[in-house]
């Protein structure tokens, strides 16, 4: 059962699952202290008198439950009265609302309303989400090079996930024409403010040499501050790399240890790759029951070659270690990997 472990890097390019930007304003001394019901208190009045910022507040405070109950009904209330005053961070959130469907029901033209309105005002979060609008065709029609546009404008204000998105569509040739050397750039300024993805998608053009001299040390440079948050393609990256020792010197439970915290994060293709380590005995004592139930889960959560690999290795496993894999797979997966 000597079975390759893949080893390829992975840029992130989709933008179907982008998450959408709420603002908190100009409210800086409601962040300053904890006693959020004090604050209450002193911002609620101003805005019964018709304060947009207080307004605005308000809002925040019932969305995040902030010395109130949380209620986003209520707080799209307050986001509406501000909103309706041309306050743009009002606008923005009670779009991400409307796109949600959180305190109103879900209605994507009306939230692209909002956001348009804010980011017409030159507010960036909502630049980002309008251009994320476009791009996916959410309440508007499909069209990327509108979306790079609003990302543009968000960009240049540093707001670091539009500089992602913006990298993206140069990476692509989405909406703008190819250019590798831009993408770098603006993944560079984003990963520069520490945002992950654009870390993740920095280190795989140094990896490839695309649009920037190839590099392997500052490959796993990025990759490293990129899956040191959390990110889990960033540590997929990462074991990889121990994997192949390209960049750094080879070591299996390195490589294990990446893996690991790639999968339980629902990574299928470090799934496959742990599996393989386990049933290799590469990095990690050698155990076929345990390699099976990562190549079970890696197969459920839609990896082709960890299905094929499963479905090979299934012909050679004892069938009583099969359906043990198999409860553990089980068990891994209900547990949301707590449990494996």
């Not at 300053?32 to 008198?49: G, I, M, N, T, V």
């Not at 543009?152 to 909406?175: F, K, P």
């Not at 990025?222 to 080879?250: D, K, M, P, T």
Request: charged share 20%; net charge negative; hydrophobic share 40%.
């Amino acid at each position: 059962m000597n079975l390759l472990v893949r080893c390829v890097a992975i840029v992130i390019l989709l933008i179907s699952g982008a998450a959408l930007a709420q603002g908190r304003g100009d409210a800086p001394s409601l962040y300053l202290s904890a006693d959020y019901e004090a604050s209450y208190r002193q911002w609620r009045p101003l805005a019964e008198q018709g304060s947009a910022s207080a307004q605005f507040i308000i809002g925040v405070m019932y969305a995040n439950g902030q010395g109130v109950a949380q209620d986003h009904t209520e707080a799209l209330r307050w986001y509406r009265l501000a909103a309706e005053q041309g306050y743009p961070s009002a606008q923005n959130n009670l779009g991400v609302g409307y796109r949600n469907g959180v305190g109103v029901p879900r209605i994507d033209a009306e939230a692209v309303r909002w956001y348009r309105l804010a980011a017409e005002q030159g507010y960036a979060v909502a630049q980002y989400n309008l251009g994320i609008s476009y791009d996916v065709g959410l309440g508007v029609a499909l069209d990327h090079a509108e979306a790079v546009h609003w990302y543009r404008l968000a960009a240049e204000q540093g707001y670091a996930i539009a500089q992602y998105y913006l990298g993206v569509s140069y990476s692509r040739g989405s909406g703008v024409a190819q250019n590798k050397a831009e993408a770098v750039r603006w993944y560079r300024l984003a990963a520069e403010q520490g945002l992950a993805s654009a870390q993740n998608n920095l280190g795989v053009s140094y990896l490839n040499g695309e649009g920037v001299a190839q590099n392997d040390e500052e490959q796993i440079r990025w990759y490293r501050l990129a899956a040191e948050q959390g990110h889990a393609v960033a540590q997929f990256n990462l074991g990889a790399s121990y994997e192949r020792g390209r960049g750094i010197a080879q070591n299996h439970t390195e490589a294990v240890r990446w893996y690991r915290l790639a999968a339980e994060q629902g990574n299928a293709m470090a799934q496959t790759n742990l599996g393989l380590s386990y049933g290799n005995g590469r990095g990690v004592d050698q155990d076929y029951t345990i390699g099976f139930m990562w190549l079970e889960i890696a197969a459920a959560n839609g990896d082709q070659l960890g299905q094929n690999i499963r479905d090979r290795v299934a012909e050679e496993l004892a069938p009583d270690a099969m359906a043990e894999a198999q409860r553990r797979a089980q068990r891994c997966m209900d547990s949301e990997y707590l449990d494996c």
